[in-house]
């Protein structure tokens, strides 16, 4: 069946801009998850949801990222005023249920690489 | 803050030798993930370890956690080229809470050699 999908797959912006990154998980997964990766940091992990709700928004590097899941499915990564330091790639991944056995295994999209120059 | 350290960062191998890849974590957790990436690809999840003494084998990687050690190991046995690729590790914290958080190790790039 499909994977977890991403796009764009690249978009490149200019410093100040607002970007918008999607992704379609699997049907039927209710846990999504964000995470970006960048030569700086190296991997990081975002913000994840269980159904449409997003319990924790800690991990969001600074309140211009924002992040939404509608109807349980598709979910959209919004940066505001990007900056240079943004640029990485966003990785998407989705489960089956987050708690629990079968909430373990994650199946991660391509990515969106982000260039903000 | 929950520190995640993988080593080593870099390994070179022959094939059809035997390594050992070790994650150590800072604090208590009761998952930890183990992952693969090659390059200019995403990840791929290798295995999940959710218990003390748990241990999962697939091919010729295996992975074991000590939770009272905070170390989880990835066992390479008879490498083959196929195995070279980025391999990371991420522990959980807050798994049953709101406040669930994953904490990924730099990763450990593995080249096989003929």
């Known amino acids: 069946g499909a994977g977890v999908s991403q796009s764009p797959s690249n978009k490149v912006t200019e410093k100040g801009k607002d970007v918008e990154l999607r992704c379609d998980p699997i049907?039927?997964?209710?846990?999504l998850y964000w995470y970006r990766q960048s030569l700086g940091q190296g991997l990081e992990f975002l913000i994840y949801f269980q159904g449409n709700s997003a319990p924790d928004k800690s991990g969001l590097p600074s309140d211009r990222f924002s992040a939404e899941r509608t109807g349980g499915s598709v979910s959209t990564l919004t940066i505001q005023r990007t900056q240079q330091e943004d640029s990485a790639v966003y990785l998407c991944a989705s489960s089956l249920r987050f708690q629990g056995p079968l909430a373990d295994t994650q199946y991660f999209g391509p990515g969106t690489r982000l260039t903000v120059l | 803050e929950l520190k995640v350290e993988q080593n080593p960062l870099f390994l070179s191998m022959q094939e059809g030798k035997n390594y050992t890849i070790y994650c150590n974590y800072s604090?208590?957790?009761?998952?930890l993930y183990w992952y693969r990436q090659d390059p200019g690809k995403s990840l791929e999840s290798l295995f999940v370890l959710l218990s003390n003494g748990a241990v999962k084998q697939e091919g010729r990687l295996m992975a074991s956690l000590d939770t009272k050690a905070r170390l989880s190991t990835l066992h390479i046995t008879a490498a083959v080229h196929d195995l070279s690729a980025t391999y990371f590790c991420a522990v959980v914290s807050n798994s049953g809470g709101s406040n669930y958080k994953l904490t990924f190790g730099k990763g450990t790039l593995l080249t096989v050699n003929p």
């Open positions: 604090t208590t957790s009761d998952r």
């Open positions: 049907s039927g997964h209710t846990a």
